[in-house]
């Protein structure tokens, strides 16, 4: 019976030992997992993916590039406004304008063309008229603007052209008719006709024997030259 009760006395005590070792473990497994829990608390969140940035505001005084195709000589002169008095700003403005208006985009772009193309010349012998160093910088932008639609539309353009020549050979005869009364014997040609004959020069080649729109020019300029 002692023996007994020692081999279970000695039971016990093992037991009591084995489960306060667990309990040492248990303790420092939990210890353990609040040193965790604290150094991910610490740690900076992961860095979300940025957001695309918003699209820059439009810079004020930016040229457009859809717009309104002029139909008077008052909307191209509001559309010109846009650009201000720089000849480079206008000149870009009227690419715009006309790229937009491509006559291979639609076939209706040919018609609004070749009004564009109309209130160009028209604004060319206004600012011929005018002649100060300004119009003079901003005569120089429309031709080129002429020219590219004039490939785009070539016998549309052809016709534009025609109509004031025709008008300004007949405003002339009209001026030299009247000063010969007078006994005036030369009449110059205003500078609106010598823009139209400039730029005629300048959209053809004037090595052409015969051309629709080069031949009447020639000979105005010839019936001028001979009064």
């Not at 002429?146 to 052209?161: D, G, H, N, T």
């Not at 300048?202 to 001028?224: K, S």
């Amino acid at each position: 019976e002692g023996e007994e009760g020692g081999e279970g006395g000695e039971g016990e005590e093992g037991e009591e030992g084995e489960e306060g070792e667990e309990g040492e473990e248990d303790a420092e497994a939990m210890a353990l997992l609040g040193i965790e829990k604290t150094r991910a608390a610490a740690k900076p969140a992961a860095a979300k993916p940025a957001k695309p940035a918003a699209p820059a505001a439009v810079p004020q005084g930016e040229l457009p590039y859809a717009m309104a195709c002029p139909t008077s000589a008052e909307e191209l002169e509001e559309l010109m406004a846009i650009a201000g008095p720089s000849a480079a700003r206008q000149r870009q403005l009227l690419h715009n304008l006309i790229v937009g208006y491509n006559a291979k985009i639609k076939e209706e772009n040919r018609g609004k063309l070749e009004t564009l193309l109309s209130l160009l010349v028209q604004r060319l012998q206004r600012l011929a008229t005018a002649g100060d160093a300004t119009s003079v910088a901003l005569m120089q932008l429309l031709c080129p603007a002429i020219y590219s639609i004039a490939i785009q539309i070539p016998a549309e353009a052809a016709a534009a052209v025609l109509r004031p020549l025709h008008q300004a050979q007949a405003r002339w005869r009209h001026t030299r008719q009247a000063q010969a009364t007078r006994g005036a014997r030369l009449v110059a040609l205003p500078p609106d006709g010598l823009a139209l004959l400039a730029l005629c020069a300048q959209l053809y080649p004037v090595t052409d024997f015969r051309h629709v729109v080069l031949t009447p020019c020639v000979l105005f300029a010839a019936e001028v030259r001979l009064s």
